[in-house]
């Protein structure tokens, strides 16, 4: 089977997979876009999609530090 048939002109979606939303920034571990973003992709205008894109690499979907575990947590 052809995969040419499922081929758009259209802007790819940055999702690599790996859709887990961190519970601090709100947003996907994967591709660091939010869940409104995820959701509204397949609905949005290319010009959407591009602004999107171009921010993305400026996200931090999750931080770098640990959070600090069950000490962290007995602090609270």
Known sequence: MSKDVWKRDEIQSPCINICVIHPETRLCTGCAR???????????????????MSDLPNREAAPKTRRGGRAARLKR
């Open 34 to 52: 939010s869940i409104d973003e995820i959701t509204a992709w397949s609905k949005m205008s290319d010009d959407e999609r591009l602004q999107v």
